[in-house]
């Protein structure tokens, strides 16, 4: 496998087409995220999920959060009770992530994790997909996250593409239990959520 590294803040809409394709297929990709770079692939695909697992030395089966790039897209996955939607409207996009009932038959968990990124040009690939795409930071696991050099250094012909930008944020997302009839905050970061 021959990696393709981009600089995807000067990428073009149009140079995200092939990345989404090869997504589809089963690819997995590095790619940034509104906190820091991470491993993607599509939500459901189980072989490249296991790829990435395998990438980050990951044992346990602990599920990956998901990127959405709507309200809409995620609830054809999982239940956001109607006080909650209201509210995430008002918020996202934002790196606040949240775990919701999951609609979907899930032999990991009934819960599903999502996040509505904030970048733009990351919204556009998700669209691209056609689904909500996997986002787990990329290091190996329990260790901290890597920089650009890094990346290339370990990663390259690992993945199919790996794109690069600058805007990133080292500050990981705030998690949100939204299960219940209370909100459940699991992590705080710079977003809070109140009853």
């Known amino acids: 496998m021959k990696t ?21 297929k089963g ?3 590095i790619c940034p995220t509104d906190t820091i ?11 490249a999920i296991d790829k990435i697992r395998r990438l980050k030395k990951r044992k346990d089966n602990k ?34 992530t949240v775990i919701l009932k999951s609609k979907i038959k899930n032999e990991e968990d ?3 994790a999502f996040r509505i990124p904030a970048n733009k040009k990351i919204v556009s690939l998700i669209k691209k997909t056609g ?3 996997v986002s787990t930071s990329v ?6 996250p890597l920089n650009h050099e890094k990346i290339i250094k370990n990663f390259t012909n690992k993945v199919e593409y790996i794109l690069l930008s600058k805007t990133t944020q080292t500050n990981p997302s705030s ?3 939204l299960t219940g009839d209370k909100i459940k905050m699991i992590r705080q970061g710079e977003i809070s959520l109140k009853q």
């Open 37 to 47: 770079h991470g491993f993607t692939c599509g939500a459901f695909d189980k072989k």
């Open 63 to 96: 599920p990956f959060v998901f990127l959405a790039s709507s309200i809409s897209q995620i609830k054809k996955f999982a239940y956001i009770k109607p006080k909650y939607e209201k509210t995430l409207k008002k918020i996202w996009p934002a790196p606040l």
């Open 131 to 133: 689904c909500p795409i």
């Open 110 to 112: 009934d819960t599903l």
């Open 139 to 144: 290091n190996i696991s329990g260790e901290k």
């Open 27 to 29: 690819a997995v990709i």
């Open 175 to 177: 998690i949100a239990d």
């Open 4 to 24: 393709k590294i981009l600089n995807f803040d000067e990428a073009a809409s149009t140079k995200l087409s092939p990345v989404a394709n090869a997504i589809k």
